[in-house]
């Protein structure tokens, strides 16, 4: 089975030039996953930045909260950081972490009751022009699908 019969991969953001403006991120439900890695990637930043991960109540969202994750951080290459626990205050993407990949994973047990809906922010960048892209993966399905059903708003 290829990968695609095992996992289900998701553009939240397509490369931009996020300028002073934080990017819109799609709302990822995890209803029918039980893993979801969110890989956040960097281009060229001039200003430094905020990421965070909210767990929403549905698509909208009508409630929303941020919340501590895990996280590893590449920063050459493919060597992979070591996983680090952050809060619900986010991790700090500096103005010179040009080309780098954050990888956040969260198990669907992790969200509060009646939270089945996740969305990675960042904060809006001072200035200047600031690349960033991001895709989730979903994996470990709760419900074998031929072909998965779409996660996103």
Same mark, same amino acid.
């Given at each position: 089975?290829?990968?695609?019969? =095992?996992?289900?991969?998701?553009? *939240?953001?397509?490369?931009? $030039? /996020? &300028?002073? #403006?934080?990017? !819109?991120?799609?709302?990822?439900?995890?209803?029918?996953?039980?893993?979801?890695?969110?890989?956040?990637?960097?281009?060229?930043?001039? =200003?430094?930045?905020?990421?965070? *991960?909210?767990?929403?109540? $549905? /698509? &909208?969202? #009508?409630?929303? !909260?941020?919340?501590?994750?895990?996280?590893?951080?590449?920063?050459?290459?493919?060597?992979?950081?070591?996983?680090?626990?952050?809060?619900?205050?986010?991790?700090?993407?500096?103005?010179?972490?040009?080309?780098?990949?954050?990888?956040?994973?969260?198990?669907?047990?992790?969200?509060?009751?009646?939270?089945?809906?996740?969305?990675?922010?960042?904060?809006?960048?001072?200035?200047?022009?600031?690349?960033?892209?991001?895709?989730?993966?979903?994996?470990?399905?709760?419900?074998?699908?031929?072909?998965?059903?779409?996660?996103?708003?």
């Amino acid at each position: 089975m290829e990968l695609i019969g =095992k996992v289900h991969i998701v553009p *939240l953001v397509f490369p931009q $030039d /996020v &300028t002073t #403006t934080g990017p !819109t991120f799609d709302i990822v439900g995890l209803k029918k996953w039980n893993h979801v890695t969110i890989l956040v990637m960097t281009g060229t930043n001039s =200003k430094g930045c905020t990421l965070t *991960l909210e767990e929403c109540d $549905d /698509v &909208t969202p #009508t409630n929303d !909260t941020a919340i501590a994750f895990n996280y590893r951080k590449m920063e050459t290459s493919d060597v992979w950081g070591a996983l680090t626990a952050a809060t619900s205050s986010g991790v700090t993407i500096a103005d010179d972490d040009d080309n780098c990949v954050y990888a956040i994973e969260l198990d669907a047990a992790e969200l509060s009751d009646g939270y089945a809906y996740v969305i990675p922010k960042l904060s809006n960048p001072a200035s200047g022009n600031n690349y960033f892209a991001a895709i989730a993966i979903l994996s470990e399905p709760r419900f074998a699908e031929d072909v998965p059903s779409t996660v996103i708003t």
